[in-house]
């Protein structure tokens, strides 16, 4: 318990102190490469403190320049900062709206160009999966969790179908990512941050340049094979 105090402790000061000078120089220049590297080095700090160690498999299978929609699994409040530290990349991210309450990180986060999203409004939402494809057709990879909330027994649930339209309309290939033991370092629900190893799995590009928006059931089925297989 004192391991999880101090690493929030660590996360809420660095955010305090790093966050208005990532801020000015996004500010001053144009370009969030700062947020994402300080973004980094504090995911990395708190980890450590935690006791939390990553293994990783199938990175190899990405190019390094190529532009990428993320999809994987979501367990619980590690596994957004683990697959985004894990991946090396400047990754966005479409969030729940309610984040964007948080004091500090809703300025970085919307510096980053991250896109809110609000599933209660569906008018709101296409405008947000729109921004989110302009983005993506811009060069900025992101990440999503397509069963858009935490899984509360450990199954992998139903997948939304907006990401992947979104991937069909930007035409970028999509990575299924398997996150497997972030549940039990961290239910949902619970404070305390458990020592351990998470195990992500990079799956293989699944291509979407050839799709039209009447193909979404079938990447979305693919795609969610690929993050199951992984899971088993």
Same mark, same amino acid.
């Given at each position: 318990?004192? &391991? ?7 996360? %809420? ?19 969030? #490469? ?16 935690? %006791?939390? &160690? ?5 990175? #190899? ?11 994987s699994n979501h367990q619980g409040n590690l ?5 985004? /530290? ?9 969030? *729940?709206? #309610? ?13 980053? %160009? ?6 209660? !409004? ?5 405008? $947000?999966? !729109? ?8 060069? /900025? ?9 935490? $899984?509360?027994? %450990?199954?992998?649930?139903?997948? *939304? *179908? ?6 069909? *309309? ?5 990575? =299924?990512?398997?996150?497997?033991? $972030?549940?039990?370092?961290? =239910? ?10 998470v195990d992500l799995i990079f799956h293989e ?18 795609? &969610? ?8």
């Amino acid at each position: 318990m004192a &391991r999880t105090t101090l690493a929030y402790l660590f996360v %809420g000061l660095y955010v305090a102190a790093a966050a208005p000078v990532a801020l000015t120089w996004a500010l001053l220049t144009g370009r969030p #490469e700062l947020l994402f590297r300080l973004a980094r080095l504090c995911i990395r700090c708190a980890g450590c403190l935690c %006791g939390i &160690r990553v293994r990783s498999e199938g990175l #190899e299978r990405l190019a390094p320049a190529r532009t990428y929609l993320f999809m994987s699994n979501h367990q619980g409040n590690l596994d957004g900062p683990i697959l985004f /530290h894990t991946t090396g990349r400047d990754l966005r991210a479409v969030i *729940k709206k #309610e984040m964007m309450r948080i004091p500090i990180l809703s300025a970085v986060f919307r510096s980053a %160009g991250f896109v809110p999203i609000d599933r209660s !409004d569906p008018i709101r939402a296409r405008a $947000s999966i !729109d921004l989110a494809t302009r983005r993506l057709q811009q060069d /900025h990879s992101f990440f999503a969790f397509p069963e858009g909330t935490r $899984s509360r027994d %450990g199954r992998l649930g139903e997948f *939304k *179908k907006g990401v992947f339209v979104m991937a069909i *309309k930007a035409g970028v290939p999509v990575v =299924p990512v398997s996150i497997r033991n $972030s549940r039990a370092l961290q =239910p949902p629900g619970q404070y305390r941050i458990r020592p351990g190893c998470v195990d992500l799995i990079f799956h293989e590009p699944v291509a979407t340049a050839a799709m039209r928006i009447e193909d979404r059931d079938q990447l979305l089925a693919e795609v &969610r094979a690929a993050v199951l297989q992984g899971l088993l």
